[in-house]
């Protein structure tokens, strides 16, 4: 089993960002769960997989060339996929992984998470999407997708695809315990 896990590439203000991305890669590699992640050494992601191979876990980093040098693709991967685009990057990581996590991180963490959330929702696969919604990073977002369900934009079942905790233990249970919602269609149409 292994779990992408999209994360900042830098490690924002409040130091509990990079002990929860410690605590993430570390309690991977304990349960046995490999890493797939955005293949940096900077940042939360540099963290994550930093504290996974420290405790000897399966770390894969998928990075596009065009990032390799802004990233700074970490060298002490013994699997790192150098791909030619970000679209190739997100394919891979999703193809490689059983589940995804967001840590906390800027516009390209939430990218990739709202993509793989989308895919689910289309029914494209059956794999748990999550945040780890440390030091109440994820509030805002929550917050506003309950208001996107009032406005009537998502549906509370595929809202409720989306799991949220700001425990690492719990997260994972939850990853782990997620069954995917029965939906034959997810639009109605209209009666204009």
Request: proline share 4%.
């Amino acid at each position: 089993m292994r779990y992408c896990v999209f994360a900042g590439s830098s490690t924002g203000h409040d130091p509990i960002f990079g002990r929860a991305a410690a605590r993430m890669g570390t309690t991977l590699a304990e349960r046995g769960i490999g890493l797939v992640y955005g293949g940096a050494s900077v940042g939360l992601m540099g963290i994550l997989a930093d504290a996974a191979r420290r405790r000897g876990g399966e770390v894969i980093g998928v990075i596009p060339r065009s990032l390799v040098e802004k990233e700074v693709a970490h060298s002490g991967l013994a699997d790192l996929r150098v791909v030619g685009s970000m679209h190739e990057r997100k394919a891979l990581m999703g193809e490689l992984s059983d589940g995804f996590i967001a840590l906390p991180g800027g516009l390209g963490t939430l990218e990739e998470l709202f993509e793989v959330w989308t895919w689910a929702q289309l029914g494209h696969h059956g794999k748990p999407c999550a945040l780890l919604n440390v030091g109440g990073f994820y509030d805002g977002l929550t917050s506003f997708l309950h208001h996107v369900v009032e406005a009537a934009f998502l549906k509370p079942v595929h809202r409720n695809m989306l799991i949220a905790a700001d425990d690492v233990d719990a997260l994972l249970s939850a990853l782990l315990a997620y069954q995917p919602p029965k939906v034959d269609k997810w639009m109605a149409r209209s009666n204009a």
